[in-house]
């Protein structure tokens, strides 16, 4: 799982990124379109360790009613391991960027990479072609990660936003290096054709403004990527690596939980396939159980443990198909969602109401069926709540 990657950087999701690799591996396994995180890294990584909707209470994320994926397979004899995000800072010589530095790639702005992106990704068969780009999204609230996108001619500091996005792709071209050191090693250790491998976004791209963070103006004295800034992609770029959905990290709608999933299973699954079956992070956890064949636990260390609340992927691997979730809720900092079928109903922080849309004919979530259908937004709103009260959303939030 990587770290604030949109729902199109990579090549075979629509991106012009470099990302030979993980090309390879889509052309090797199964595209996800319609899988979804919970939108930040820590519930995202919070709801794939334990197959559990994240919970919102003071008792924490991680509590001694919950089983991890370490324990379960653990105990049925496989060894596991876990490597985190690197959070002291960049050791890596900046060589990945200078391939993007200054070579023109972002010159016309993240509206052409956004449109060009959306383009390939029809071409691919990852969107379809008659939902609509999404418009240009505006600042409607006081939510705090709800930002004006500028428009492309307005932008000031022309080098400092272009250089954001190139540092950006020079990070993500590393990452796709990364995933092929460890391709490679798989295929050394001759266990590659017994492997299932699984890769995926914790939430949509960030669109987060570095001088959001006291002290970061003063210290982004040079511009991104010679190793002694800290800075962001920031709002515009942000949004362009969510192409073609609406917001990014941290909101609920398809920009901040839809990420890229990519499953190799040699053998297995069909080479090159690309599926719309909807899934979640929290099926990781029955997916792991039954392909190892181990057993979840009622207790551990005498504690109860909550039964999980995920659903198998294997038979999308198998046959493509699977009896999916009744429905799918999400919930962080003001804003929520309920996907059920096609229907998907969302509460953005910043407006506070109720929208429903149409995931068949609008993932893009450009066309509001609310108003017209309020029976069905009553319904869903109703089921939303109950979820809600289960992973302890504090009161009118
Ligand atoms: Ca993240």
């Known amino acids: 799982m990587c770290d ?3 729902f199109s950087d990579l090549a075979c999701y629509g991106g012009e990124i470099r990302t030979p690799n993980l090309d390879r591996l889509a052309a090797d396994g199964m595209r996800f379109t319609q899988f979804y995180n919970c939108a930040v890294c820590v519930t995202t990584r919070a709801g794939l360790l334990t197959g559990l909707y994240p919970r919102h209470g003071s008792a924490g994320l991680l509590r001694n009613t919950m089983a991890t994926l370490a324990e379960v397979l653990r105990a049925a004899g496989y060894q596991t391991a876990l490597t985190g995000k ?23 702005g993240y509206f052409a990479l956004r449109r060009d992106r959306h383009q390939r ?3 691919l068969g990852i969107v379809k072609p008659s939902w609509k780009l999404s418009p240009i999204d505006k600042k409607t609230g006081s939510f705090r990660y709800d930002y004006d996108i500028e428009l492309w001619k307005k932008t000031e500091a022309l080098d400092r936003e272009r250089r954001r996005m190139e540092v950006y792709a020079g ?4 990452l796709d290096q990364g995933v092929g050191r460890l391709l490679t090693a798989l295929k050394d250790a001759g266990v590659e054709k017994n492997t299932l491998v699984l890769f995926l976004s914790d939430n949509g791209g960030c669109a987060t403004i570095s001088s959001d963070q006291a002290g970061q103006k003063a210290y982004n004295r040079d511009l991104p990527g010679a190793g002694n800034t800290y800075d962001f992609c920031g709002p515009g770029w942000g949004w362009a690596q969510c192409t073609p959905f609406r917001r990014y990290k941290t909101w609920t709608y398809e920009g901040g939980i839809a990420t890229p999933m990519i499953a190799r299973w040699p053998g297995v699954i069909r080479p090159g396939s690309i599926t719309r079956q909807v899934g979640h992070v929290i099926d990781f956890m029955p997916t792991l159980l039954e392909l190892a064949d181990a057993e979840y636990p009622k207790t551990i260390k005498g504690k109860a443990i909550l039964p999980y609340e995920g659903k198998s992927l294997a038979p999308i691997f198998r046959t493509g198909k699977r009896e999916g979730h009744d429905s799918l809720c999400w919930y962080l900092m003001g804003n929520r969602t309920i996907r059920q079928g096609k229907w998907k109903l969302a509460w953005g922080a910043s407006d506070r109401r109720w929208e429903l849309y149409d995931m068949e004919a609008d993932r893009t979530e450009t066309n509001d069926l609310a108003a017209d259908l309020p029976r069905q937004t009553q319904r869903l709103a109703n089921l939303w709540e109950v979820w809600a009260k289960k992973i302890e959303v504090p009161r009118g939030d």
């Open 4 to 6: 604030d990657l949109g």
């Open 86 to 108: 690197w959070h002291l800072g960049s050791t890596r010589p900046p060589e990945d960027a200078a391939r993007y530095r200054g070579k023109g790639k972002y010159d016309r």
């Open 121 to 123: 990704q029809i071409k």
């Open 171 to 174: 990070m993500v071209d590393c």
